[in-house]
């Protein structure tokens, strides 16, 4: 069974830095895409990064420029590098991974636990 453990979440001025850490575990056979998301009190869930499958990056419009996704394979670890926070940052944030598992192949999705990020003006 694959889970994933979150960490580096925290409180931080604005125009602070966080890196946020997704460790995988269990019988991996690949990671095929990753996401981060993030929840603000009070609203839906939203994509703030991804690595697709063909290792595309994508960022929503309101982290370009700021935020930097990235992967150590070695490891099975995801990262999400956070620069220039901004208090509209302030959410609960989830990775989530596409991966395979060793033997069956078979495609699975888990999602982390969420860290808390807050950004105080």
């Known amino acids: 069974q694959v889970q994933l453990v979150e960490s580096g979440g925290g409180l931080v001025q604005s125009g602070g830095s966080l890196r946020l850490s997704c460790a995988a575990s269990g019988p991996i056979f690949s990671i095929d895409a990753i996401g981060w998301y993030r929840q603000p009190p009070g609203k839906q869930r939203e994509l703030v990064a991804a690595?697709?499958?063909?290792?595309?990056?994508n960022y929503a419009d309101s982290v370009k420029g700021r935020f930097t996704i990235s992967r150590d394979g070695a490891k099975n670890t995801v990262y999400l590098q956070m620069n220039s926070l901004k208090p509209e940052d302030t959410a609960v944030y989830y990775c989530k991974i596409d991966s395979r598992i060793s033997g069956s192949f078979r495609r699975v999705t888990n999602w982390g636990q969420g860290t808390q990020v807050s950004v105080s003006s």
């Open positions: 690595i697709t499958h063909g290792g595309s990056l």
